[in-house]
């Protein structure tokens, strides 16, 4: 089975078109990277293929269409493809590709999340998350997940915990994860924030013997990165401070505080993080840090759901420090999300049905 993969260069779509061929040990896989002309050559492709995405177009149209929207290289990429069983895509920047793509070559098409506006109905499978989940009626083309696919491995972080435990010769003590996004339309991170999780990681390091680990993104907000930079990262129990583009011992630092953690806390404007964190096994607080009157995003939705079936907690600033107590301590069992595994059984479900 081969599967030919979109990317729209984009490090959470990626991931989550990554995490599902990795669990499809028997496919042969080729990345395409695509790159429009211009955006709004991108847009209106878009709205062609809202038209026309569900009936036979003529090759010779679907070449023009092609040329006329991608870079010479993505276009003269495309068209030495000869064969393909399945194009993965995901986010909507790729999607309307993607139709054409199928059509030329008579593979199916996968989505993973809701692509706009072409919607879903053209796909012959689309992996919404929960947030996604439009209607009551279930359609035969929609897988539905918790949350999104990811490369997360339970097996695999095990195995990681114990080389690097022994590599760094780690001391038998509770390590905390904290995962940092950013800053988007519905979430606010300060360095007034900043400051009180600088308080509580040392509070908590110095009365539980505990190691913290850290990892800023890229949608940190500067002076909230340089604050826990300048605050954390020297001290004796912060064992690693990660930042993105910057040289790190770890081959994958993200994996290594993902493997490493016994709990791990995630701002809860990244859903993907949010995601791959309930997708390892260990306890995971969800930290709120938006206005309380703000009006929430959809992904809200999906985080009361795993909180009510105990794959996550969730907190804000003012109850983190219980929190992580409580997740270092509780024996409530750890329910990790398993929507990469599916994503691929209906994948393979979709190929068996011809």
């Known amino acids: ?3 030919v993969i979109l990317s729209d260069n984009k490090p959470g779509h990626y991931k989550q078109s990554l995490g599902i061929v990795e669990k499809l040990p028997e496919s042969k896989t ?3 990277e695509i790159v429009f002309r211009q955006k709004w050559r991108d847009n209106l492709l878009r709205v062609f293929m809202c038209i026309f995405g569900g009936i036979p177009l003529p090759m ?23 064969t393909a069983d399945i194009i993965l ?9 993607n139709l054409l793509l199928g059509k030329m070559l008579g593979a199916k098409t996968v989505t993973c999340r809701r692509p706009s506006p072409l919607g879903v109905r053209n796909f012959d499978l689309a992996i919404l998350p929960m947030f996604s989940w439009h209607g009551k009626r279930h359609k035969q083309n929609v897988c539905q997940t918790v949350g999104v696919p990811n490369p997360i491995s339970t097996d695999t972080l095990n195995t990681e915990r114990e080389r690097l435990t022994q590599e760094l010769n780690l001391p038998d003590c509770p390590r905390i994860g904290f995962l940092i996004g950013g800053t988007d339309r519905h979430e606010t991170i300060t360095a007034v924030d900043a400051e009180q999780l600088s308080e509580i990681c040392e509070a908590v390091a110095t009365e539980m013997d505990a190691q913290i680990l850290v990892t ?19 001290n004796e129990w912060c064992r690693f401070f990660i930042e993105p583009n910057t040289p790190s011992e770890f081959k994958d630092p993200y994996q290594a505080i993902l493997a490493l953690s016994d709990l ?21 607080i969800v930290l709120t840090l938006s206005d309380e009157n703000v009006r929430k995003p959809k992904r809200y939705i999906v985080y009361a759901y ?17 929190q992580i107590t409580d997740g270092l301590t509780s024996p409530v ?5 398993q929507d990469t595994e599916t994503a691929v059984h209906a994948i393979r479900c979709l190929m068996e049905s011809g």
């Not at 010779?60 to 000869?82: D, E, N």
């Not at 809860?268 to 260990?282: I, N």
Request: aromatic share 4%; proline share 5%.
């Open 1 to 3: 089975m081969k599967v």
């Open 30 to 32: 080729e990345w395409l």
């Open 60 to 82: 010779s149209l679907i070449h023009t269409v092609l040329r006329w929207s991608l870079t010479s290289k993505s276009y003269s990429t495309l068209t030495h493809l000869q």
């Open 89 to 97: 895509s995901t986010g909507s920047s790729v999607a309307a590709i």
């Open 216 to 234: 800023t993104s890229r949608r940190t907000p500067p002076d909230v990165a340089e604050h826990l930079a300048s605050t954390l990262k020297n």
């Open 264 to 284: 791990l806390i995630v701002t809860a404007d990244s859903f993907s993080m949010v995601c791959e964190a309930a997708s390892s096994g260990h306890p995971v």
């Open 306 to 322: 795993m909180a009510q079936h105990a794959i996550v907690r969730r907190c804000r600033l003012d109850g983190l420090k219980q």
């Open 333 to 337: 069992p750890k329910t990790p999300l």
